[in-house]
């Protein structure tokens, strides 16, 4: 069946075209750049809408955006893909840990955003509106922030639409990291609003602190060309299954106070309910808060910078 033009903002592609471009926006009032990649493939297949960037450190996440962008040709594409590498321009650029430095907010909190809201708002409004909503299916990729180590894993929403809960964990299980973490719903985020507007979607997370490893990268990439694989979008080759372990409950721990993290885990280390994971102290090294496992559970992420503030993450555990 012939396939049918590609539009996000001002860019198009037509069947069988690749367009590399940058969409303008206003963002209180100030020009707001998104670069995009759009392919559309000569044959007609679904639409998949890929975003990095949400946060603007996690590099491997960025790097692999940006290559599935200059490598993927419209011959070898069944169905359309809308790529944005760096979704939050000025976090990438600040170098900003988990906010957009036009506000001080997470945008991967505000999901679908505002038209009128604040900046990060109206960035999550124009992505939600423009990108996620006319994709059939959507992965957000994330890692590690530049002061947080992390072992390799997506996360699958859990809606209670069977459908819509069913085809993302099977998006999960063809991306292929070894960890599948099941979410209830994470307040905001891209990958769960997605969800709950019908649209099957994953978060995943690879690479952390500030690095961008080529088996980091490439975690991201294999998994995309999997996941395209899975839903009919390339078939240059058979998808192999690779081994999965589902965790149901994802456990963030956080700060209670201003201070100093001192962690006592590691990350991908297997831990034991009440097994002691560290201590905040004040500023004279007083231990204000002695942080235990509340379940067994694996250590997915750890916040490696020795300052920390009042309800930053700590780590997480999957359980
Ligand atoms: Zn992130």
Not at 17 to 22: I, L
Not at 65 to 90: E, K, S, T, Y
Not at 168 to 177: D, I, N, V, Y
Not at 267 to 273: A, F, H, K, N, P
Request: glycine share 10%.
């Amino acid at each position: 069946m012939a396939n049918r033009e590609l539009v996000v903002g001002s860019l198009s592609a037509k069947p069988a075209e690749k367009t590399a471009g940058v969409h303008e926006i206003a963002v209180q009032g100030k020009p707001y750049s998104f670069s995009m990649f759009l392919i559309n493939g000569k044959a007609d297949g679904p639409t998949l809408a890929v975003t990095a960037g949400i946060h603007g450190a996690e590099y491997a996440s960025i790097a692999a955006a940006l290559d599935l962008g200059r490598r993927l040709q419209p011959d070898a594409l069944r169905g359309r893909v809308i790529i944005v590498p760096v979704v939050n321009m000025p976090a990438f650029q600040a170098r900003s840990i988990y906010v957009c430095p036009l506000d001080g907010v997470n945008l991967n909190r505000v999901f679908p955003g505002k038209v009128d809201g604040s900046a990060t708002e109206q960035i999550a409004d124009w992505v939600f509106q423009n990108v996620i909503k006319q994709a059939d299916y959507y992965v957000d990729l994330h890692g590690g922030d530049l002061i947080e180590a992390l072992v390799p894993f997506t996360i699958y929403p859990r809606t209670g639409n069977a459908r819509v809960d069913n085809a993302s964990l099977e998006m999960a299980k063809a991306f292929g990291t070894r960890y599948l973490v099941r979410s209830d719903s994470i307040g905001g985020s891209t990958y769960a609003t997605a969800a709950h507007a019908g649209i099957p979607a994953i978060l995943t997370e690879s690479g952390a602190q500030g690095i961008w490893q080529p088996e980091a990268v490439a975690l991201h990439t294999n998994g995309l060309n999997r996941l395209m694989r899975h839903l009919g979008m390339l078939t240059d080759a058979v998808l192999e299954s690779l081994p999965s372990i589902l965790i149901d409950q994802f456990i963030w721990l956080r700060s209670e106070h201003d201070g100093f993290w001192y962690p006592n885990a590691l990350v991908d280390e297997v831990v034991r309910q009440g097994q002691d994971l560290g201590c905040v102290m004040d500023f004279q090294g007083n231990i204000l808060q002695a942080v235990q496992a509340p379940a067994d559970g694996r250590v997915l992420f750890l916040v490696s910078s020795l300052a920390i503030n009042k309800s930053d993450p700590l780590l997480a555990i999957g359980a």
